[in-house]
T-cell receptor, first 113, second 111 residues
Framework: DAGVTQSPTHLIKTRGQQVTLRCSPK?????VSWYQQALGQGPQFIFQ???????QRGNFPDRFSGHQFPNYSSELNVNALLLGDSALYLC????????????FGSGTRLTVV | GQNIDQPTEMTATEGAIVQINCTYQ??????LFWYQQHAGEAPTFLSY????GLEEKGRFSSFLSRSKGYSYLLLKELQMKDSASYLC????????????FGKGTSLLVTP
């Protein structure tokens, strides 16, 4: 049984560009949450998707947006990339919106140059 | 908002016991989680406490005191593979059950 799958694993982008990261949740999970983890820091909550809608959002600007598809997979889009957006982006899926059943993916390492 | 504090780094010897502390301030507390994260890998779930007391799971135990806003993770019979970052995270019903993480404690186990 595959866990949470994220793609790509690594990505290098230039300032001002746009990026799309993808996440396939664990089988049986219908909720996807996205986190940003800067080097040496804990993950920071970006937003959560459930039933194809953004349900909660952390303290991130509108440059960060997302989508959830009918098969529960999700995308994270970041526009107008800044150097400070360089981080590990983690996707976590769960059966329902509660955090108790979170399973994290290995993340996408985004480097903005 | 929430304030979650844990030590930045700790070092312990193989075979020993280490305790990693975490303090937090929050309203609408809905549980405290401990995750282990090896460099470049996904955080993996270790424990969940929502009531006061000690939860034991093999070599790992976690304690919670809600009145003190305090938790600790206890690792016994340390092994080299336990070298990792340990993340304390609090779930808050006011923020839709999103996890709020501390900065993590980097544990180095030495021979």
């Amino acid at each position: 049984d595959a866990g949470v799958t994220q793609s790509p694993t690594h990505l290098i982008k230039t300032r001002g560009q746009q990026v799309t990261l993808r996440c396939s949740p664990k089988s049986g999970h219908d909720t996807v949450s996205w986190y940003q983890q800067a080097l040496g820091q804990g993950p920071q909550f970006i937003f959560q998707y459930y039933e194809e809608e953004e349900r909660q959002r952390g303290n991130f600007p509108d440059r960060f947006s997302g989508h959830q598809f009918p098969n529960y997979s999700s995308e994270l889009n970041v526009n107008a990339l800044l150097l400070g957006d360089s981080a590990l982006y983690l996707c976590a899926s769960s059966p329902g919106q509660g955090a108790k059943g979170y399973t994290f993916g290995s993340g996408t390492r985004l480097t903005v140059v | 908002g929430q304030n979650i504090d844990q030590p930045t780094e700790m070092t312990a010897t193989e075979g020993a016991i280490v305790q990693i502390n975490c303090t937090y301030q929050t309203s609408g507390f809905n549980g405290l989680f401990w995750y282990q994260q090896h460099a470049g890998e996904a955080p993996t779930f270790l424990s969940y406490n929502v009531l006061d007391g000690l939860e034991e799971k093999g070599r790992f135990s976690s304690f919670l005191s809600r009145s003190k806003g305090y938790s600790y993770l206890l690792l016994k019979e340390l092994q080299m593979k336990d070298s990792a970052s340990y993340l304390c995270a609090v779930s808050n019903s006011n923020s839709g059950y999103a996890l709020n993480f501390g900065k993590g404690t980097s544990l180095l186990v030495t021979p």
